[in-house]
């Protein structure tokens, strides 16, 4: 377990991690001249059972609050210090707010310089941190009154965190979560390389593993990716072979391009799977009650996350205004790619970096940059903002569309497979998607009644084409989304496939009588020459059928799916269009300022008038699209008219 101290400058921070480990933070030479504290520092305690027992000691001063927030971003108990001579002061206020707003609820305060005061003094302080503590997650804390001259309650302390220790390693479970390290420090040794420091945030790593370095915070990088290997782990100043969830560890990479001048603070070591970074994140923030004016929109911040810090704008989705005091629902959006996850705490500074102003939690780090205010995007966010991961995820799974791609859910969550599976085991899968049975049965209903509907309305026709059946549903899911629920469907025998159409399995239908024999009489005519198929009229001389029949009955037929009238009297077989749409589509690849009729006609041999027609029955559907005398690709023809386009 990691301890992060927190407290305002000389209030003792550094002397109480000396007297409770034996270990001077305090490293750099300037430290130790001055007398303050710089930058972080660390020690450990070994645990009686095994494990350890880590300090990460924090400056306190007011300019360094930056460095504070590196520190804290990764610890899992707060021992807020607090001079007993001194008592609360602005950087005591400060560091509770970010522990605070970093989530931390776990956390002891250590009420030191109790040898510099009276009793009634130490009890006025006490009584003066009880009362700051109230509104905070560390409400009733223990307070330990201590002196790290005398070794005044130092005994009693280290036992208490020892304990607490004790307990979090005795709970770890790192099985679920792919690994991830916050880097709060890089430097070369002699002999060994590169190394690099940090808090092992998520997951696990061993000596050994391919890793990903993402560059780009305080240190030299410009948002590369690095590929690397781990030569060999310490932790605890001792070589190990695995670090895990709450260890600080450091790390001795090794691959190309990797070294101490492209690595620093706010820099990511992670899984090679779980490198995605992101721009754009959803969030539940909350503005502090000391801020004396509400957060509006489009508003500049500067974002901590892990041990880095970006520039961001807030666009406020819900409420419009954020009061302080309130919360709300924001999109952040960052002038660098950070790689946020699903839970991830944030703070929120002001850009001269003077104050905090909010914190929060990352719901969705895959924010849209149009429509993020709609009911059912808002709907998901508030589902999202659940306390615990199960929760949010079944939540998120609750609202539409219902599925939910699995390899967005890992990435966009840091979850390895059995995580998720551990998380929502009654989720179902449908294709590469997941969904809850209860929405999944409700989408499988929607689509019988709709197939059903059809063919009561049209008993001749095969069925409906996928398209059709999706805007036949309540719910307008997005085509990857309806794509993995028609496999479901089909695999759970609400529907069959038949050709390029879906029907109910019960339903048997077809043409028969007249509509047959003419199908039979005049499919051999549209398959003959299928870009060049003869006028309606032409194929009821061909036949000996009379005109007004032989038009009634391919209005049936393109009703069932069979023929696309493409202009008044010219039906084309629908495999034929299909087949031409994607002519039309390599013709845009090939030639992306457009193409025009001619080169069309050529491709498809139909013709110049025909050509023509096809093309604007092609421009009407939006499966091309016309500027001026060129066209280029536009919606994707299958989906248009269902099936696969030949050679597509």
Same mark, same amino acid.
Request: with cysteine; proline share 6%.
């Given at each position: 377990?990691?301890?992060?101290?927190?407290?305002?400058?000389?209030?003792?921070?550094?002397?109480?991690?000396?007297?409770?480990?034996?270990?001077?933070?305090?490293?750099?030479?300037?430290?130790?001249?001055?007398?303050?504290?710089?930058?972080?520092?660390?020690?450990?305690?070994?645990?009686?059972?095994?494990?350890?027992?880590?300090?990460?000691?924090?400056?306190?001063?007011?300019?360094?609050?930056?460095?504070?927030?590196?520190?804290?971003?990764?610890?899992?108990?707060?021992?807020?210090?607090?001079?007993?001579?001194?008592?609360?002061?602005?950087?005591?206020?400060?560091?509770?707010?970010?522990?605070?707003?970093?989530?931390?609820?776990?956390?002891?305060?250590?009420?030191?310089?109790?040898?510099?005061?009276?009793?009634?003094?130490?009890?006025?302080?006490?009584?003066?941190?009880?009362?700051?503590?109230?509104?905070?997650?560390?409400?009733?804390?223990?307070?330990?009154?201590?002196?790290?001259?005398?070794?005044?309650?130092?005994?009693?302390?280290?036992?208490?965190?020892?304990?607490?220790?004790?307990?979090?390693?005795?709970?770890?479970?790192?099985?679920?979560?792919?690994?991830?390290?916050?880097?709060?420090?890089?430097?070369?040794?002699?002999?060994?390389?590169?190394?690099?420091?940090?808090?092992?945030?998520?997951?696990?790593?061993?000596?050994?593993?391919?890793?990903?370095?993402?560059?780009?915070?305080?240190?030299?990088?410009?948002?590369?990716?690095?590929?690397?290997?781990?030569?060999?782990?310490?932790?605890?100043?001792?070589?190990?072979?695995?670090?895990?969830?709450?260890?600080?560890?450091?790390?001795?990479?090794?691959?190309?391009?990797?070294?101490?001048?492209?690595?620093?603070?706010?820099?990511?070591?992670?899984?090679?799977?779980?490198?995605?970074?992101?721009? #754009? !994140?959803?969030? &539940?923030?909350?503005?502090? $009650?000391?801020?004396? %004016? *509400? /957060? =509006?929109?489009? +508003?500049?911040?500067?974002?901590?996350?892990?041990?880095?810090?970006?520039?961001?704008?807030?666009?406020?989705?819900?409420?419009?205004?954020?009061?302080?005091?309130?919360?709300?629902?924001?999109?952040?959006?960052?002038?660098?790619?950070?790689?946020?996850?699903?839970?991830?705490?944030?703070?929120?500074?002001?850009?001269?970096?003077?104050?905090?102003?909010?914190?929060?939690?990352?719901?969705?780090? #895959? !924010?849209?940059? &149009?429509?993020?205010?709609? $009911?059912?995007?808002? %709907? *998901? /966010? =508030?589902?999202? +903002?659940?306390?615990?991961?199960?929760?949010?995820?079944?939540?998120?799974?609750?609202?539409?569309?219902?599925?939910?791609?699995?390899?967005?859910?890992?990435?966009?969550?840091?979850?390895?497979?059995?995580?998720?599976?551990?998380?929502?085991?009654?989720?179902?899968?449908?294709?590469?998607?997941?969904?809850?049975?209860?929405?999944?049965?409700?989408?499988?209903?929607?689509?019988?009644?709709?197939?059903? !509907?059809?063919?009561?309305?049209?008993?001749?026709?095969?069925?409906?084409? *996928?398209?059709?059946?999706?805007?036949?549903?309540?719910?307008?899911?997005?085509?990857?989304?309806?794509?993995?629920?028609?496999?479901?469907?089909?695999?759970?025998?609400?529907?069959?496939?038949?050709?390029?159409?879906?029907?109910?399995?019960?339903?048997?239908?077809?043409?028969?009588?007249?509509?047959?024999?003419?199908?039979?009489?005049?499919?051999?005519?549209?398959?003959?020459?299928?870009?060049?198929?003869?006028?309606?009229?032409?194929?009821?001389?061909?036949?000996?059928?009379?005109?007004?029949?032989?038009?009634?009955?391919?209005?049936?037929?393109?009703?069932?799916?069979?023929?696309?009238?493409?202009?008044?009297?010219?039906?084309?077989?629908?495999?034929?269009?299909?087949?031409?749409?994607?002519?039309?589509?390599?013709?845009?690849?090939?030639?992306?300022?457009?193409?025009?009729?001619?080169?069309?006609?050529?491709?498809?041999?139909?013709?110049?008038?025909?050509?023509?027609?096809?093309?604007?029955?092609?421009?009407?559907?939006?499966?091309?699209?016309?500027?001026?005398?060129?066209?280029?690709?536009?919606?994707?023809?299958?989906?248009?008219?269902?099936?696969?386009?030949?050679?597509?």
């Amino acid at each position: 377990m990691i301890v992060g101290t927190a407290g305002h400058i000389d209030h003792g921070k550094t002397s109480l991690v000396r007297a409770l480990t034996g270990i001077d933070t305090d490293r750099l030479p300037e430290e130790r001249a001055r007398g303050i504290t710089l930058d972080l520092g660390f020690a450990y305690v070994p645990l009686p059972g095994g494990g350890v027992l880590g300090f990460v000691d924090v400056p306190g001063h007011e300019r360094l609050v930056h460095t504070m927030i590196a520190g804290a971003s990764s610890i899992g108990m707060a021992l807020l210090v607090v001079a007993a001579d001194d008592g609360v002061m602005p950087q005591t206020r400060e560091h509770l707010q970010i522990l605070s707003l970093l989530g931390l609820d776990r956390g002891v305060v250590a009420l030191t310089k109790t040898d510099l005061v009276d009793a009634d003094r130490a009890v006025e302080v006490q009584l003066d941190i009880e009362a700051l503590l109230e509104e905070t997650p560390l409400a009733g804390a223990e307070v330990f009154p201590v002196s790290p001259v005398t070794g005044a309650g130092i005994a009693a302390l280290r036992t208490r965190l020892l304990a607490d220790a004790a307990r979090e390693a005795a709970r770890r479970d790192v099985e679920h979560d792919v690994f991830r390290l916050a880097v709060d420090r890089s430097f070369s040794l002699a002999g060994a390389g590169t190394i690099v420091t940090g808090s092992v945030l998520a997951g696990a790593v061993r000596a050994g593993d391919a890793v990903l370095l993402l560059c780009g915070g305080q240190g030299g990088g410009h948002g590369d990716a690095l590929r690397a290997r781990v030569r060999g782990i310490h932790s605890a100043n001792r070589a190990v072979e695995r670090a895990i969830a709450g260890d600080r560890c450091a790390l001795n990479l090794a691959g190309p391009g990797i070294g101490k001048e492209a690595i620093g603070r706010g820099d990511w070591v992670v899984d090679p799977a779980a490198g995605a970074t992101t721009r #754009r !994140a959803d969030a &539940r923030l909350h503005l502090l $009650p000391t801020e004396r %004016a *509400a /957060l =509006r929109h489009w +508003t500049p911040v500067l974002l901590h996350h892990g041990a880095g810090q970006a520039a961001a704008r807030v666009v406020l989705l819900a409420p419009e205004t954020l009061r302080p005091g309130e919360d709300g629902l924001a999109q952040l959006v960052l002038d660098r790619p950070l790689p946020l996850r699903h839970g991830d705490r944030l703070v929120l500074r002001d850009t001269s970096a003077s104050r905090t102003i909010a914190g929060g939690r990352v719901l969705d780090p #895959r !924010a849209p940059e &149009r429509h993020r205010r709609r $009911p059912a995007r808002l %709907a *998901a /966010l =508030r589902a999202l +903002t659940a306390g615990d991961r199960a929760t949010a995820l079944r939540g998120l799974l609750a609202e539409p569309p219902f599925l939910v791609p699995r390899a967005v859910l890992l990435a966009d969550w840091g979850l390895a497979a059995s995580g998720l599976a551990a998380l929502v085991p009654e989720a179902i899968a449908a294709a590469d998607h997941l969904a809850l049975p209860g929405p999944l049965a409700a989408l499988a209903r929607d689509a019988a009644a709709a197939l059903g !509907a059809f063919h009561a309305a049209q008993p001749a026709a095969g069925g409906m084409t *996928a398209e059709a059946l999706r805007l036949a549903l309540p719910t307008r899911l997005p085509k990857p989304a309806f794509a993995a629920l028609l496999a479901y469907l089909v695999q759970a025998g609400v529907a069959a496939t038949e050709a390029h159409l879906l029907r109910d399995p019960a339903h048997r239908g077809g043409l028969a009588g007249e509509e047959a024999r003419l199908w039979d009489a005049i499919r051999p005519l549209l398959a003959e020459a299928p870009h060049r198929p003869p006028l309606l009229r032409e194929m009821a001389t061909a036949i000996a059928a009379p005109e007004v029949a032989l038009r009634r009955a391919c209005k049936g037929y393109a009703r069932a799916g069979l023929v696309l009238e493409v202009a008044p009297d010219r039906f084309f077989l629908r495999e034929a269009v299909l087949e031409m749409a994607g002519i039309a589509h390599a013709l845009s690849a090939e030639l992306p300022e457009g193409f025009s009729a001619a080169q069309f006609r050529d491709r498809t041999g139909s013709g110049r008038q025909l050509a023509i027609a096809v093309l604007d029955y092609l421009d009407r559907r939006g499966v091309t699209v016309r500027r001026g005398d060129l066209r280029r690709a536009g919606r994707d023809p299958a989906a248009v008219f269902g099936g696969a386009v030949p050679g597509g």
